[in-house]
């Protein structure tokens, strides 16, 4: 079980990293994403309506726009 120390250092890295997936596509970008250890990262498509509140340190959210390129990005 990861320490909160553990938890909140993974959330700072994801945070730091995320924004450098912005303009890229969305399946390269989770795909780059995995590949950086946050293997539960979702690209959300424009049809989202509804997202899970929870906080997930394994996870970045690739918001894309029509065309499939990711215009937003949340940590966590």
């Known amino acids: 079980m990861d320490t909160t ?3 909140e250092a993974r959330l ?3 945070q730091e990293f ?3 997936l912005i303009g890229l ?3 390269e970008a989770k795909d780059l994403a ?3 250890g946050y293997y539960r990262s979702q690209v959300i498509t424009p049809d989202i309506e509804a997202l899970t509140a929870d906080l997930d ?3 970045i959210r690739l918001f894309v726009n029509d065309l499939g390129v ?3 990005v949340s940590a966590g």
């Open 70 to 72: 990711v215009v937003r």
């Open 18 to 20: 995320a924004p450098s």
């Open 12 to 14: 700072r890295a994801a």
């Open 57 to 59: 340190s394994l996870r």
């Open 5 to 7: 120390e553990e938890l």
């Open 34 to 36: 995995v590949l950086e």
């Open 25 to 27: 596509d969305g399946r």
